[in-house]
């Protein structure tokens, strides 16, 4: 199994339940290493565009007044199978039929509250660190 890196949000309703450090340390705990952080509160220009594969499905507008309603932690994860296992982790996208013990189980509100993004392939997680990154993502250190 090949290194790789994934693109983690950790999104505002998660944020605004104080539980970055329980969820940061789930990553850890599974051998995933942040990589990069950056806090940020993302504007509707910003979270349309980070979600643009989405536009004109009916539940666009409500993810993007949800994910610019309050500050996110953005992180890149390392690690053997990053994108998989990092799904894995988050559980499924409707906590509904998210397994237990999984970050969307414990922390999601909603099926938009999910409170978790992770990137669904290396090559979306590519396009996704560029853009929370542009600067670039300091290289591997093991
Ligand atoms: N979402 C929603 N309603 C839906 C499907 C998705 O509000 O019917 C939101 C939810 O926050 C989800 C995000 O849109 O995490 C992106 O959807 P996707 O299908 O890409 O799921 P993910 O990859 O996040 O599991």
Known sequence: ??????????KPNAVAKNVIGQILSRFETADLRIVAA???HMSREQASAFYAVHQGKPFFDELVEFM?????LV?????????????????ATNPANAAPGTIRAD??????????????????AAVEIAFFFPEGVCPRTR
């Open 1 to 10: 199994m090949a290194i790789e890196r994934t693109l983690s949000i950790i």
């Open 68 to 72: 610019s309603s309050g500050p996110v």
């Open 107 to 124: 922390f999601a509100d909603s099926l938009t509250e999910n409170a978790v993004h992770g990137s669904d392939s290396s090559e979306t």
């Open 75 to 91: 992180t890149v994860l390392e690690g053997e199978d990053a994108v998989a296992k990092n799904r894995e982790i988050m559980g």
């Open 38 to 40: 950056r806090m940020l």
